[in-house]
């Protein structure tokens, strides 16, 4: 079952800068065969179901199984009978705008 999810995985108690810890969870997810797009809040996979939550599940565990306290949000488009949400999303949003 295709899958969208938007996910948001960072350490929490830590300091004000994150980005050394969130690079190392953006590389397990980079270094997947799944497509992804990262932005300033959220990270992207689409992909089957399992995959995408083994994915997120192993993105999650780079922080935790160092003992880091972790944060995880995150949003799931289920859509049967899709794919290529992650770009035909946006590309039916920008043909009205």
């Known amino acids: 079952m295709n899958t969208l999810v938007a996910v ?3 350490p929490v108690g830590l300091g004000d800068e ?13 270094e997947s065969d ?6 300033s809040m959220f990270t992207e996979i ?3 179901w399992d995959q995408v939550m083994d994915l997120v599940k ?9 003992g880091i306290r972790t944060e995880v ?5 289920i859509r049967p009978g899709y794919e290529n ?3 035909g999303k946006l590309d039916r949003l920008n043909k009205y705008l």
């Open 46 to 48: 689409e992909g089957p």
């Open 8 to 10: 948001a995985i960072a």
């Open 58 to 66: 192993r993105a999650t565990f780079v922080l935790a199984e160092k």
């Open 34 to 39: 799944l497509p992804s797009r990262t932005t």
């Open 73 to 77: 949000v995150l949003k799931a488009d």
């Open 85 to 87: 949400t992650i770009d």
């Open 18 to 30: 994150l980005a050394k810890d969130v690079a190392e969870v953006v590389k397990v997810i980079k």
